[in-house]
C-alpha cells in the first residue's frame, strides 16, 4: 500500500544527544514537510522540501536538521541546539505544485520523541 | 505573521447532536481552507476541504462553510457518532507560491454515548 511511514514510533534521549528521525514516502510526491506537534499548539512547520537535494526552512528551524538526498526520504536530526526537544513530529508529502490539484497533505503516523 | 485561530479548543456534544467548528485567518490571500481529523496516537488526514470560489461544501455528515469577507470559515457534523471523536484542525492555504499550511491550534471533539 502507498503511504508514509516514520520511524521510531517513540524515540527517548538524553539532554544533549542529537537524534534522526526517519521518514520514507512510496507515493512518488515531490514534496515533503516536516511538523512539531505539541499540545494546545497547531502544527507548526519545521522544514519543508519541494524536490530532491533543496529544502527550506519552516517556522520553527532552529535547532533541526533536514536532508533529501532521495526522493522517498527526508529525514529529521532534532540537534542538541534544540531547547525543548519533546514534542510529536508528523512527516507529511504532497504531489508537486504543479500537479497538486487536490491540495491534500498525506500525513505519517508520527513519532513522539522524549528528552530525559 | 499568518495566523489562524480556531474555536472552541474543546468540545462535548451528546451523539446524534451537531458540532460546530469556527476558524478565523488573517491571510487574504489565503484560497484552500482544510479540514483535518486526528485520532489518538495517528497522523491527520483531510476530511473535506473548501476553495475560496466555493461558499459552502458537503460530504454526507460534514459540511464546511466559508465567509471570504469575514475571513472566517466553518466545520458542521451532524448527527454526531462516537468515532467522530477526535481532533479536528482547520487550516489555510495559498495554491500559489510557496507549499506553507497555516493551522489553527485543533479542536478536542468528544462525543458522549
Known amino acids: 500500500d502507498g503511504g508514509i511511514t516514520q520511524s521510531p514510533k517513540y524515540l527517548f534521549r538524553k539532554e544533549g544527544q542529537n537524534v534522526t528521525l526517519s521518514c520514507e514516502q512510496n507515493?512518488?510526491?515531490?514534496?515533503m514537510y516536516w511538523y512539531r506537534q505539541d499540545p494546545g499548539q497547531g502544527l507548526r512547520l519545521i522544514y519543508y522540501?519541494?524536490?530532491?537535494?533543496?529544502?527550506q526552512k519552516g517556522d520553527i528551524a532552529e535547532g533541526y536538521s533536514v536532508s533529501r538526498e532521495k526522493k522517498e526520504s527526508f529525514p529529521l536530526t532534532v540537534t542538541s541546539a534544540q531547547k525543548n526537544p519533546t514534542a510529536f513530529y508528523l512527516c507529511?508529502?504532497?504531489?508537486?505544485?504543479?500537479?497538486?490539484?487536490?491540495?491534500?497533505?498525506?500525513f505519517g503516523e508520527g513519532s513522539r520523541l522524549t528528552v530525559l | 505573521g499568518e495566523n489562524v485561530e480556531q474555536h472552541p479548543s474543546t468540545l462535548s456534544v451528546q451523539e446524534g447532536d451537531s458540532a460546530v467548528i469556527k476558524c478565523t485567518y488573517s491571510?487574504?490571500?489565503?484560497?484552500?481552507f482544510p479540514w483535518y481529523k486526528q485520532e489518538l496516537g495517528k497522523g491527520p488526514q483531510l476530511i473535506i476541504d473548501?476553495?475560496?470560489?466555493?461558499g459552502e461544501k458537503k460530504d454526507q455528515r460534514i459540511a464546511v462553510t466559508l465567509n471570504k469577507t469575514a475571513k472566517h470559515f466553518s466545520l458542521h457534523i451532524t448527527e454526531t457518532q462516537p468515532e467522530d471523536s477526535a481532533v479536528y484542525f482547520c487550516?489555510?492555504?495559498?495554491?500559489?507560491?510557496?507549499?506553507?499550511?497555516?493551522f489553527g491550534t485543533g479542536t478536542r471533539l468528544k462525543v458522549l454515548a
Open positions: 491571510d487574504s490571500a489565503s484560497n484552500y
Open positions: 487550516a489555510a492555504s495559498r495554491t500559489s507560491g510557496t507549499y506553507k499550511y497555516i
Open positions: 507515493l512518488n510526491h515531490d514534496a
Open positions: 522540501s519541494q524536490i530532491v537535494n533543496d529544502f
Open positions: 473548501i476553495r475560496s470560489n466555493v
Open positions: 507529511a508529502s504532497s504531489p508537486h505544485r504543479d500537479i497538486w490539484e487536490s491540495g491534500e497533505l498525506f
